[in-house]
């Protein structure tokens, strides 16, 4: 079985990488690539799978929450990415990327029986962007 | 193809393992254990997986899938208290998860015919937290 559950952060960041010129920069992210950066609500989705436990659930509820609390949202709610995150120092902070280091700081410090299965992130109503987490 | 209807139905429970304290209650269920319950608007998606018929076009009649929704949960359980009246769940703590498996017990069985099987069930608690699942693996 799967469980999902939905969390919300706040956050800026700014789309712009040194391999290209200004001008390359503004044609290719539009205005994702306005100088001082703009902000979204992202939703993001973490799915877990493993089976039902004696208690009827497939994870602790409180302690998904806490984990995703403290290791992802505290570093990305009402942030700056390209400023406040090393990882986007030399990094575009694209959704895309986003995605992948939420993936890959759960998965350091995952401390739950249930297998992380899935990171999803919407940045708008209408973009959204999924990972999912191999077996084994 | 796939093919995807959904339901709803509101109605209150209480996660507690009677066996325990208060205090291990909430420790594994968190206010879900609250002594009184509490509700929820569930909402239900069935999936089902199969071809069109090549004479009615349609995996499935959507106003059979329907009644059968009605009749095997949202008659039953909307708008009661699970713990109380719905059995199983008068010995099965009724989480998410478990809801889920008792619903896919009740609607399997009669959704299951030639060309056409249950593929997942999907339930939402709350608009932020749902489960899936697809059967015993």
């Not at chain 2, 069985?109 to 932020?128: C, F, M, Q, S, W």
Request: glycine share 6%; net charge negative; hydrophobic share 35%.
């Amino acid at each position: 079985m799967t469980l999902t559950s939905r969390y919300r952060f706040s956050a800026s960041h700014r789309l712009d990488t040194p391999a290209l010129t200004p001008e390359e920069n503004r044609r290719l992210y539009g205005k994702c690539n306005n100088p001082h950066g703009h902000g979204h609500d992202y939703v993001l989705e973490i799915s877990v799978d493993g089976p039902v436990d004696r208690d009827g659930q497939v994870v602790n509820r409180e302690a998904m929450d806490t984990l995703v609390r403290q290791r992802v949202l505290a570093r990305l709610d009402h942030k700056n990415l390209n400023a406040d995150l090393t990882e986007f120092a030399a990094t575009v902070a694209t959704t895309e990327n986003l995605a992948t280091l939420v993936r890959r700081t759960l998965a350091e410090h995952w401390t739950l029986p249930a297998r992380l299965a899935r990171v999803r992130i919407s940045e708008t109503d209408r973009n959204s962007f999924e990972l999912e987490v191999s077996k084994g | 193809m796939f093919l995807t209807r959904k339901a709803e139905f509101s109605a209150s429970h209480v996660c507690a393992n009677p066996a325990w304290s208060a205090e291990q209650n909430q420790a594994v269920y968190g206010n879900n254990a609250n002594p009184n319950g509490h509700g929820h608007n569930y909402v239900l998606e069935v999936t089902l997986a199969g071809d069109p018929d090549p004479v009615t076009g349609m995996v499935f009649d959507l106003r059979e899938l329907k009644e059968i929704l009605n009749r095997e949960v949202v008659d039953p359980m909307d708008h009661r208290f699970l713990n109380k009246e719905i059995p199983p769940f008068d010995k099965v703590i009724p989480t998410t998860e478990n809801i889920a498996l008792e619903i896919w017990k009740r609607i399997e069985p009669v959704i299951a015919r030639k060309g056409v099987a249950l593929h997942n069930v999907r339930l939402y608690e709350t608009p932020d937290l749902y489960v899936d699942y697809g059967g015993p693996q």
